[in-house]
């Protein structure tokens, strides 16, 4: 069975600029987490997508945003890059049968911004 | 909200020391809690989980955690350690807000296994 995938794997984009990054999660997986890892903060949680809902997010400003779309793939999209968003994204996804379940994490997308 | 806090940042130990590395999470009701570990270059993935009942957890590669109430710990334990243990390790909770559908984690720490 597939695990969770990403892409891309790494990217360089300078200040301003936008990103898009994707996830494909788990088959059968219906929510689908993004996660910010950047030095030394740990993971900061992002954004959460179910039934092609955006159910809660995290305390990130609004140019961070996304969508899933109905095969529950996802993409996260940054918008007027800072040099702190640089960090590696991670995505992860759920069974939805399994309250409070264990999350299936993606090796990730790693942002340089310049 | 229910949060997770890791005060050991990193830590460095030699091949069959054992390994103790510290968790604390506020009071938020029904508790559960993870560890992830993060190896160089690959995907975070479970060690353990502790939902209810014996409060001493086993996971996967020799692993295990505690839960003490009394204390709002669950520090991750392992025995002896071996190089391939060289890694980051997260502890996690549900988020409330999120109705424990998502997960808060702690800082990480940092494992480095010298040989």
């Known amino acids: 069975e597939a695990g969770v995938t990403q892409s891309p794997t790494h990217l360089i984009k300078t200040r301003g600029q936008q990103v898009t990054l994707r996830c494909s999660p788990i088959s059968g997986h219906t929510s689908v987490y993004w996660y910010q890892q950047a030095l030394g903060l740990g993971l900061q949680f992002l954004l959460w997508?179910?039934?092609?809902?955006?159910?809660n997010r995290g305390n990130f400003p609004p140019r961070f945003s996304g969508r899933q779309f109905p095969n529950y793939s996802s993409e996260l999209n940054v918008n007027a890059l800072e040099l702190e968003d640089s960090a590696l994204y991670l995505c992860?996804?759920?069974?939805?049968?399994?309250?409070?379940?264990?999350?299936?994490f993606g090796e990730g997308s790693r942002l340089t911004v310049l | 909200a229910q949060s997770v806090s890791q005060h050991n940042h990193h830590v460095i130990l030699s091949e069959a020391a054992s390994l103790e590395l510290g968790c604390n999470y506020s009071?938020?009701?029904?508790?559960?809690l993870f560890w992830y570990v993060q190896y160089p270059g690959q995907h975070l993935q479970l060690l353990l989980k502790y939902f209810s009942g014996d409060p001493l957890v086993k996971g996967i590669k020799g692993f295990e955690a505690e839960f003490i109430k009394s204390k709002f710990s669950f520090n991750l334990r392992k025995p002896s350690v071996q190089w391939s243990d060289t890694a980051e390790y997260f502890c996690?909770?549900?988020?409330?807000?999120?109705?424990?559908?998502?997960?808060?984690f702690g800082s990480g720490t940092r494992l480095q296994v010298q040989p």
């Open positions: 997508y179910d039934e092609g809902e955006e159910r």
């Open positions: 992860a996804s759920r069974n939805p049968g399994i309250l409070t379940g264990e999350l299936f």
């Open positions: 996690a909770a549900p988020r409330e807000d999120t109705g424990r559908r998502a997960l808060t």
């Open positions: 009071y938020g009701g029904t508790v559960n």
